[in-house]
């Protein structure tokens, strides 16, 4: 049968028209990759967070009663946990009396989460071993590096084996107080709130006096000063820990807390190159 010259050539224009179409058609242009961690990102996020509470600007870290060198921190955190415990049947206690004052008795909703988080993690701290397990990674290997140089006074941090920031810092003073070189991974525990109970006074925005604390090997750790300290950064002030400024303490806290103690380390040097 023979075909009409007509649906034939009506044929050949749909073709036509279909190549063409397919021809313009625009490629979806390519989808951001959102698995790329973001630096800035992150520490913008940490750095809107806001207690909204006042600091206390007495400078406690002055006293010569602590020296992280010579104190046992599992037995300070023992005392701290039997004192967390005691905090906590106290305020379960009193908040079964009777409220007959004009205020409620015991611990506000936020100050019952501090202790509960902090109990948490000094007794996954006291249930760990003393040494912290290798697992693979080193220094820039790690995914988050802290280097501190004590001769410029300060920590280059790293994020996946690049530089991504600097703070600074103040290490021990004097031969006594000398931060020793190390380089491990943090042993912990990681606190957000946290009060020395070896020389009570002083806080940071509700936080205790040395915030964001991140220990790395007995009681030396890496936390946020008070602001009577701030000008001593880029100094030599501490008896022992290394101190930074309360909002890059708190960059640096969360950091560990999201990657974890074994993808961190810390390497504290007189010099580095």
């Known amino acids: 049968m023979k075909k009409h010259p007509v649906y034939f050539l009506l044929s050949i224009l749909f073709l036509f028209s279909f190549l063409i179409a397919c021809h313009s058609q625009k490629k979806p242009k390519p989808q951001p990759d959102t698995t790329v961690f973001s630096y800035e ?14 600091p206390d600007a007495s400078n406690i870290f002055d006293s010569k009663k602590f020296i992280p060198g010579d104190d046992s921190l599992r037995k300070m955190l023992i005392k701290m946990d039997t004192l967390w415990r005691r905090q906590a049947a106290l305020m379960e206690h009193l908040d079964s009396l009777p409220k007959q004052l ?97 020389f009570p006074g002083g806080n940071y925005m509700g936080l205790g006096n040395m915030p964001y604390a991140v220990f790395v090997k007995g009681g030396f750790a890496i936390h946020g000063t008070t602001p009577g300290n701030f000008s001593k950064l880029g100094n030599r002030a501490s008896h022992g820990c290394i101190r930074l400024h309360p909002d890059n303490a708190k960059v640096f806290n969360a950091l560990v807390k999201t990657v974890g103690l074994q993808q961190t380390w810390v390497s504290i040097r007189d010099s580095i190159q």
């Open 41 to 54: 990102k992150f520490k913008d996020s940490v750095m809107h967070t806001d207690t909204g509470l006042k």
């Open 102 to 198: 004009g205020k409620d008795p015991g611990f506000s909703a936020a100050e019952l989460a501090a202790i509960r988080d902090n109990l948490a993690e000094v007794e996954k701290y006291l249930l760990a071993k003393d040494t912290v397990p290798q697992t693979g990674c080193k220094e820039k290997e790690c995914i988050v590096f802290a280097a501190i140089d004590k001769k410029k006074q300060m920590l280059y941090l790293y994020i996946l084996g690049e530089v991504k920031d600097s703070f600074k810092v103040s290490t021990g003073k004097g031969k006594k107080y000398e931060t020793p070189e190390m380089s491990r991974h943090p042993a912990g525990p990681v606190l957000i709130k946290y009060t020395s109970r070896k």
